[in-house]
């Protein structure tokens, strides 16, 4: 099954497991949101939504924030001694679908457990 989800602006085609990276979102490392913008919900037979499918939403686990690369803007207007440099960087959310609900449902599915990483022992 796959849904196509509309966040920031931009529509993503995702199905369980996918991992994104979306505009800054809400929602804490390791949180799930809920994204209700759905589309389009695709299967055997797909449901088209007018512009949404009522009821349907689509569970992430927010894996981390973090900035995209740089984007610089310059502008020169030649001979005239004027130039201007600027440049930004986006903020994005990095996120993990879990699982794609049809009926108003809640997630059943909680943010996955990290292993933790073991302390290095003092070497002597």
């Given amino acids: 099954m796959f849904a196509v989800i509309k966040t920031g602006g931009r529509q993503y085609r995702v199905v369980p497991d996918d991992v994104l990276e979306i505009g800054k979102i809400a929602g804490d490392v390791g949180t799930i949101v809920q994204l209700g913008e759905v ?3 695709g299967a055997d037979t797909p449901v088209l939504g007018v512009p949404t499918v009522a009821g349907a939403s689509v569970a992430a686990e927010v894996l981390d924030h973090k900035r995209g690369p740089k984007v610089i803007s310059f ?3 030649r ?5 201007r440099k600027r440049g930004y960087r986006d903020e994005i959310t990095v996120l993990r679908i ?3 609900l049809a009926d108003g ?3 059943s599915i909680g943010p996955r457990v990290r292993k933790a990483k073991p302390a290095a022992e003092a070497a002597e």
């Fill in 39 to 41: 589309l389009v919900l």
């Fill in 75 to 77: 502008k020169k207007r």
């Fill in 79 to 83: 001979r005239k001694n004027s130039k």
């Fill in 98 to 100: 879990t699982e794609i």
């Fill in 105 to 107: 449902n809640a997630p």
